[in-house]
């Protein structure tokens, strides 16, 4: 009875945050622009060097296994990093509001 009591009152909670900060929300909106803009041209830096990759990669007679590896090589690292940064942030934070 008590929990279905809390969970009423953030759902109310909820709704007035989210009422009081719609106009900031169309205000955001309305004075950034497009981002779809800005990732395409991402995407097209991205994928300049990728069009000449395979060209030099030929030319220096390295075999096509190893851009792969490289490439494998740093997201599993940087993912690993990220997993054990993340875990971190969650002990610390569950330590924190620990009651």
Known sequence: MIAKII???LNIIGRIVAIILSPIDLL???????LSSILVSIQTFLAMPGRFMSWIFSL????NVVPTLIISY????????GAVAGTKLVITLYRRFKM
Request: net charge neutral; hydrophobic share 65%.
């Open 60 to 63: 220096l007679h390295v075999p």
């Open 74 to 81: 740093f997201v599993f690292k940087y993912a690993v990093v």
């Open 7 to 9: 969970l009423a009152l």
């Open 28 to 34: 955001v909106s309305s004075l950034l622009p497009d």
